[in-house]
C-alpha cells in the first residue's frame, strides 16, 4: 500500500479528509463552525500546527525514545499550538476574541497527535510535510464548508474578511437552530451523510 | 539504565528548547499583544468617551497607585488641553463583575461619560448597558460632586428594565471611580500637565 508522494497530499482532501472520513477532532469541529470565518482561522491554525509538528517529529524520530514518544509529541505539539495563540493575539486579536479557548485545545486535539503518531514517526520529512499539508487544508475546507451551511441557513449570510454579505435575500426567515450548537451535530450528520452517498460505488 | 538516561536527556531537551523559544517569542509579542487587549476590549469605551480627542488616548496612558492598586489612566487632549482622563473600575452585576470605563472631565469637574468594557450580563436584559447607547448617555455631564443612583434608589437614573442589579452595579462603579478621582486629584493634576 505505498502511495505516491502526490497521494500523500491529496489523501487529506477526500480519503481521509479529517472530520468527515475519519470523523476526528469534532470538538473544534461542532464547536466554531458558527461562520465561516471562524471555520477558516481555526482550520489555518490547526494546518500550521499539524505542518510544523509533522515535521519536527519526523526529524526527530529516531532519536525520540519509544517509550516517551507521547510526551515528546505532546510537548512538540504545545510549543506550536502556544506560538499559534501568540501571534493570533498579537495580529488577529477580534479573531483570537472569538476562538478564544479552542486555540489552546488544538493540543489535545486528536487529528494533530494522530498524525504524529501514525504518520510522521514512521515516514520522512518530505511525506510528513505532504501529509500535514493535506491533512490541514482538508481540515480547513471541511471546517469552511460545514460553516459555510450552517451560517448560510442560520443567518442568511456569509462572513468574509468581518463583513456579512447578505446571500439569501431579505425575505429569508433565518433558521437560527443551524448556529446553535445542537445544528452543528444535524448539519454534520447531514454532511457525513451526503459524502457517503456521493463516495459510495 | 541507559534507556532511561537517554529518555532524561531527549525530554530535558525536547522541554528546553520549546521554553527558550516560547520565551523569545512571548517577548516580541507582549507590547503588541497588550496593545490589542487595550484597542479591542477598552478601546472601544474608551473612544467613545473621550469622542473628538485629538491625541491617541490608548497610547497616552500611564499608571498610578491609588490605595495599593495600580490603576490606568488614559488621557484625552480636547482643544490642546489634556482636559479629561478615563480609567477602569468595576461592580458587581447579575452575572459578575461588570467592568466600567469612567471619564473625566477635569476642568468643568464633570463626568464625561462611561462605558461598560467586560461583563457577563444577560443579554437583551443587562447586556443593554453596552450595546444601547441611551443608558449611559445619561451619565454625561453629571457634576463629580455627587453620588449617583437609580431613580428607585433616589437618584437621577433611569434603570434598564428589568435589570436593576445592572444598573446599579453600574451606578456603583462609577462612585467608586469618582471617590478614586478625590483622592488622587493632586496627583493627577500633575501627572496631566506633562501631556500638553
Known amino acids: ?40 482561522g481555526m482550520g489555518v491554525a490547526t494546518t500550521f500546527v499539524l505542518v510544523c509538528s509533522n ?20 510537548v512538540i505539539i504545545a510549543t506550536f499550538v502556544t506560538v499559534v495563540e501568540l501571534v493570533m493575539q498579537a495580529y488577529a486579536y477580534p479573531l483570537f476574541l472569538k476562538l478564544g479557548i479552542f486555540i489552546p485545545l488544538i493540543v489535545v486535539n486528536c487529528i494533530v497527535l494522530g498524525r504524529s503518531e501514525a ?30 451551511v ?5 443567518t442568511g449570510d456569509l462572513t468574509i474578511w468581518e463583513k456579512p454579505i447578505r446571500v439569501l435575500g431579505p425575505s429569508f426567515q433565518p433558521f437560527s437552530f443551524m448556529v446553535e450548537a ?7 450528520g447531514l454532511m457525513l451523510c451526503l459524502m457517503n452517498l456521493v463516495g459510495k460505488k | 539504565m541507559r534507556e532511561m538516561i537517554k529518555m532524561l536527556i531527549v525530554l530535558t531537551i525536547l522541554a528546553t528548547l520549546s521554553g527558550g523559544l516560547l520565551a523569545a517569542i512571548r517577548d516580541n509579542t507582549k507590547d503588541r499583544i497588550e496593545n490589542q487587549v487595550l484597542e479591542f476590549v477598552k478601546g472601544p469605551a474608551i ?3 473621550l469622542e473628538g480627542a485629538t491625541n491617541d488616548p490608548i497610547a497616552d496612558r500611564f499608571q498610578l497607585k491609588v490605595d495599593d492598586v495600580e490603576r490606568t489612566f488614559f488621557v484625552g487632549v480636547m482643544n490642546g488641553e489634556p482636559g479629561a482622563v ?14 466600567l470605563m469612567v471619564g473625566i472631565d477635569v476642568k468643568n469637574s464633570q463626568i464625561m461619560g462611561v462605558g461598560v468594557t467586560t461583563h457577563a450580563e444577560t443579554p437583551g436584559m443587562g447586556a443593554k448597558a453596552k450595546t444601547d447607547p441611551s443608558f449611559v448617555a445619561q451619565f454625561r455631564k453629571l457634576s463629580i460632586g455627587e453620588p449617583v443612583n437609580v431613580t428607585g434608589d433616589g437618584g437621577s437614573i433611569n434603570a434598564i428594565s428589568g435589570a436593576t442589579i445592572t444598573s446599579r452595579a453600574i451606578c456603583s462603579a462609577t462612585n467608586d471611580a469618582l471617590k478614586i478621582y478625590e483622592k488622587i486629584k493632586p496627583q493627577l493634576a500633575d501627572k496631566l500637565k506633562e501631556f500638553k
Open chain 1, 1 to 40: 500500500m505505498a502511495r505516491s508522494i502526490v497521494q500523500e497530499f491529496t489523501k487529506g482532501l477526500w480519503d481521509e479528509v479529517p472530520p468527515f472520513r475519519l470523523v476526528l477532532g469534532l470538538c473544534p469541529v461542532l464547536a466554531v463552525t458558527k461562520s465561516v470565518e471562524n471555520g477558516i
Open chain 1, 55 to 74: 515535521v519536527l517529529v519526523s526529524m526527530l524520530r529516531k532519536v525520540i525514545p519509544a517509550k516517551v514518544r507521547i510526551a515528546c509529541y505532546i
Open chain 1, 119 to 148: 504518520f510522521a514517526s514512521k515516514n520522512g520529512i518530505f511525506r510528513s510535510l505532504l501529509d500535514g499539508l493535506g491533512i490541514g487544508i482538508g481540515f480547513t475546507l471541511s471546517l469552511s464548508a460545514l460553516a459555510a
Open chain 1, 150 to 154: 450552517r451560517e448560510l441557513l442560520g
Open chain 1, 182 to 188: 445542537p445544528g452543528a451535530f444535524v448539519a454534520l
Open chain 2, 47 to 49: 473612544r467613545s468617551i
Open chain 2, 86 to 99: 478615563t480609567f477602569e473600575t468595576s461592580g458587581k452585576g447579575y452575572g459578575g463583575d461588570v467592568g
